[in-house]
């Protein structure tokens, strides 16, 4: 499996595509497909044997709230049938961020979620609104096979003593991380994701296999002298689909085909 930020870059779609085919993946997941791009990674994708494609944008009734930071919408695409497609419901503020099929492998059905959350930096509030709102979806399931994938954006940071920093909290002149103007709610919201839903059968696979002392990024921030590394982007999947390996995949980001990293992920079911 591959989740991946795609970045809506039209030029450098048919990059990503020979980025994809050279991994042959059995399911994707795609984020920041745009109105322009969608119909060309449907064109192209079943050349990868992905014959099976839906788009979070052609599932909104008015295509007139998709521009600016709401342009940009999701696509699973799979060599199997895929169900019961939909998008997110009235829990979730913008529900063209929030993409749910049932992929029927020849093994057993699996229940697949991705999601690109905004930015708290440009969005704010909508930022922890949207992660509320699918927490208390995915809380509210019963499937015993669950994939959720995308770009959160978030943490901030991850310690290699295990302790999670989230964007409710800055950094001092000293280098110490001390509440910050966000409060408890965005912690929370936060928290919920990234740590919280392992207590309900979606366990952040990365950390499951490396612990913490492996670092891992999908993005990377410049700025002058400094460089930020973020693990944005993540896979949660449920424990009996016995994730086996984990890897963040950077030759696309390095050559700018997106400004993310691909997240590959194998399954032993």
């Known amino acids: 499996m591959i989740t991946w930020n795609v970045a809506g870059r039209v030029k450098m779609l048919p990059r990503q595509i020979e980025y994809l085919a050279t991994l042959q993946p059995d399911i994707i997941t795609l984020q920041e497909v745009t109105k322009t791009t969608a119909p060309l990674f449907k064109d192209l994708l079943p050349s990868l044997g992905l014959k099976h494609i839906v788009c979070s944008l052609d599932f909104v009734i008015d295509s007139s709230y998709l521009k600016g930071p709401r342009r940009y919408g999701l696509i699973i695409a799979s060599k199997w049938y895929l169900s019961n497609p939909e998008i997110g419901g009235e829990l979730i503020t913008w529900p063209e961020r929030f993409l749910s099929v049932t992929v029927d492998t020849p093994y057993l059905p699996i229940k697949i979620h991705t999601t690109h959350i905004p930015p708290g930096s440009s969005n704010c509030w909508i930022k922890i609104e949207i992660l509320e709102g699918i927490y208390q979806t995915l809380v509210a399931e019963d499937y ?34 001390i509440p910050g103007r966000r409060n408890e709610r965005w912690d929370n919201s936060e928290r919920n994701i990234i740590i919280g839903l392992k207590e309900h059968d979606l366990e952040d696979v990365y950390r499951k296999l490396y612990g913490y002392s492996k670092e891992g990024f999908s993005w990377l921030l410049k700025m002058k002298e400094k460089t930020w590394r973020r693990r944005f982007d993540h896979v949660f999947a449920s424990n009996d689909l016995h994730p086996v390996e984990a890897a963040y995949l950077h030759e696309a980001r390095i050559e700018k085909a997106s400004d993310h990293a691909m997240l590959e992920v194998m399954f032993d079911i």
Not at 159 to 172: D, F, S
Request: glycine fraction near 8%.
């Open 144 to 177: 015993p096979y669950r994939i959720l994938t995308g770009d959160f954006n978030l943490p901030q940071e991850e310690l290699p003593t295990g302790e999670v920093i989230t964007w409710a909290y800055k950094k001092n002149n000293i280098g110490k991380y």
